[in-house]
């Protein structure tokens, strides 16, 4: 698990074992699940990251925790009460397995907005996305 520290070249596959983990949460959440997308560093072709897939999670209602804590549950995350971030809810693999974020949003927030401009705008900029990786 120490790798997952380290800023590794962009590897291919970090899409793939996005696809999987987000077929595994539309299972798991259904309805509850208004939208689930890649994030973060690993989700910008060629950009190099640490190597820890980040996924957004957008709910209809985030303050209806109990409608997806289980569910996040179930599939193997952990929630996460003590985050302070009041713009989302945040869930973390279970100790031993790979490191996984899961951000929990608002469909339609700010915060659920902002996470994928800045996404799609690394992914269409590319000398901005050298300049962030740097």
């Known amino acids: 698990m120490e790798n997952q520290w380290r800023i590794a070249p962009y590897d291919p596959a970090w899409r793939h074992l996005f696809s999987e983990l987000g077929m595994k949460l539309r299972e798991a959440l259904g309805e509850a699940a208004v939208r689930i997308d890649h994030l973060g560093s690993t989700s910008i072709p060629g950009m190099d990251a640490k190597p820890i897939i980040d ?6 209602a985030l303050q209806d925790v109990a409608r997806y804590r289980d569910k996040m549950e179930s599939v193997g ?3 996460r009460e003590d985050n302070p971030d009041l713009t989302k809810r945040y869930f973390r693999e279970v100790p031993g397995t790979r490191r996984t974020h899961i951000h ?5 927030s700010w915060s659920e907005q902002l996470t994928l401009l800045f996404r799609d705008y690394l992914r269409e900029h590319p000398q901005d996305c050298r300049l962030y990786a740097a």
């Not at 996924?55 to 209809?60: F, L």
């Not at 929990?104 to 339609?108: D, E, L």
């Open 55 to 60: 996924v957004q999670v957008s709910v209809a």
């Open 104 to 108: 929990v949003r608002q469909a339609g």
């Open 77 to 79: 995350f952990m929630f």
